[in-house]
Structure formats: structure tokens, C-alpha cells
């Protein structure tokens, strides 16, 4: 199994920045893509950004350019740069690993932090 536990919460004026950093442990071997997800009140839960194990990203186009996933394999670790930030990216935002068993992928998700974005 693989546990993933999010990071950096908080409350910004729009224009401002946050970083979310979200870890992972367990069986990390196992991890292939991991990603970023977001969902608001009400709405479905949307992907923000994704990158793989070689470091090859994809964002949503309401994020591109403002918003930057790196990721560290050897620490376990994907960040979330999130820049000029307005408030329609208030959500809750959720970490995503894919993982690779015999019989397939699977995703496993982190418990989600609240970014909040004033205007």
C-alpha cells in the first residue's frame, strides 16, 4: 500500500502564492505517475497537474502557466507550486499516485487540503 499525506493549506489573496507538497510512503517502488487534483463545492473532482517518473508533466488548461508540479523520487515527494492564484482555484486538493501491481494500476489518493483563495 502506499499512504500519501498533503501539505501547505491555506488562506491567500488572489494575485499570492502557495506551495502544497504532498509525501509518500509505504510501498513507493510501486509508484508510477502522480498528480494533482482539485474539487470545489459541488463540483466533480478535476485534475490540475500530473507528472510522471520521468519528470513529463500535463496541467489543465485553467492552470497553465500559473501553476508548477515537480516531484522528487528519491525523497517520495510532488509538489505544487501555485502562483497568481484567483478565486475560482478555491478547492480542496488532493494528492494522486498511480500505482503499478501484476494485475494492473491503481490509484491511491491523500486526504486532501484546503486552499482558499480571497479576492
Known amino acids: 500500500q502506499v499512504q500519501l499525506v498533503e501539505s501547505g493549506a491555506g488562506l491567500v489573496q488572489a494575485g499570492g502564492s502557495l506551495r502544497l507538497s504532498c509525501a509518500a510512503s509505504g510501498s513507493t517502488y510501486r509508484i508510477n505517475a502522480m498528480a494533482w487534483y482539485r474539487q470545489a463545492p459541488g463540483k466533480q473532482r478535476d485534475m490540475v497537474a500530473t507528472?510522471?517518473?520521468?519528470?513529463?508533466?500535463n496541467y489543465a488548461d485553467s492552470v497553465k502557466g500559473r501553476f508548477t508540479i515537480s516531484r522528487n523520487n528519491a525523497n517520495n515527494t510532488v509538489d505544487l507550486q501555485m502562483n497568481s492564484l484567483k478565486p475560482e482555484d478555491t478547492a480542496v486538493y488532493y494528492c494522486k499516485a498511480q500505482t503499478k501491481y501484476a494485475m494492473g494500476l491503481y490509484d491511491y489518493w491523500g486526504q486532501g487540503t484546503q486552499v482558499t483563495v480571497s479576492s
Open positions: 507528472i510522471t517518473s520521468g519528470g513529463s508533466t
